[in-house]
């Protein structure tokens, strides 16, 4: 089972990219410095849009790993336990599922232990704080959404920045603790508030993969990033 890698990170959320290219963008933003890939997979269902499966993690993990990087899939999917074989078999490094879709939650964060990848758990933006607080205990990162999910390129909502400083409380009460990522609107104008309020893993994917150079656009980003916690 892979650690999460140590410190604060800009992790590039490759829905945003070209689909047409996205081996390529994955080597330009890894080959930039990021460590950490995010790949956000949503069923029709639980969210109205319909992304990747496990054959398009399959197709992405070998880039990730043979620069030495993360690969973080976001399960945006109801029954995320019929799943979790499929993507641990295509290279997933860590699965983060959500409170609302999980009625076993402890039992889904052990499965994807025992399939050898990191456990994250996350919750919508109208879903109390709360409802992390016994999941913090047994997972290995706690994800803030920023945004309604279900697609790319939505506003960052102002109220995450509370939200954010709540569930770092949280994660601070193991030793060590796990680390806080936030996903959603995450760009020049909120990384730098979304790092000051607890946030170590940046989720960001239109301010990287909308500019003609995406590794630089990341390198702007971690910059930012790592101004702020000065």
């Known amino acids: 089972m892979r650690e999460w890698p140590d410190g604060v990170h800009v992790a590039p959320s490759i829905l945003a990219a070209d689909f047409g290219r996205m081996r390529d963008q994955a080597r330009e933003v890894l080959d930039a410095g990021a460590s950490v890939i995010h790949i956000d997979v949503?069923?029709?269902?639980?969210?109205p849009v319909i992304t990747f499966g496990p054959a398009m993690v399959a197709a992405l993990a070998g880039t990730i790993h043979e620069r030495g990087g993360f690969a973080d899939v976001h399960l945006m999917v109801e029954e995320p336990e019929r799943h979790l074989e499929q993507?641990?078999?295509?290279?997933?490094d860590s699965m983060t599922v959500h409170v609302e879709t999980c009625p076993h939650l402890h039992r889904t964060i052990e499965t994807i232990h025992e399939l050898g990848c990191r456990a994250?758990?996350?919750?919508?933006p109208a879903t109390p704080v709360d409802a992390l607080d016994e999941a913090a205990r047994y997972a290995d990162v706690l994800l803030c959404m920023s945004v309604n999910p279900g697609w790319g390129g939505q506003r960052f909502i102002p109220a995450t920045l509370d939200r954010?400083?709540?569930?770092?409380?949280?994660?601070?009460?193991?030793?060590?603790?796990?680390?806080?990522?936030?996903?959603?609107g995450i760009g020049s104008a909120t990384i730098a508030d979304a790092a000051a309020a607890g946030a170590e893993v940046l989720v960001a994917g239109s301010a990287i993969f909308s500019d003609?150079?995406?590794?630089?656009?990341y390198r702007r980003l971690?910059?930012?990033?790592?101004?702020?916690?000065?």
């Open 42 to 47: 949503m069923d029709g269902h639980f969210v």
């Open 87 to 92: 993507f641990a078999a295509a290279g997933a």
């Open 120 to 124: 994250g758990v996350t919750l919508n």
């Open 164 to 184: 954010l400083r709540r569930i770092r409380v949280l994660a601070a009460r193991r030793e060590p603790g796990p680390p806080v990522e936030v996903d959603g």
């Open 212 to 217: 003609p150079a995406p590794g630089e656009a």
């Open 222 to 230: 971690a910059d930012a990033v790592a101004a702020a916690r000065v």
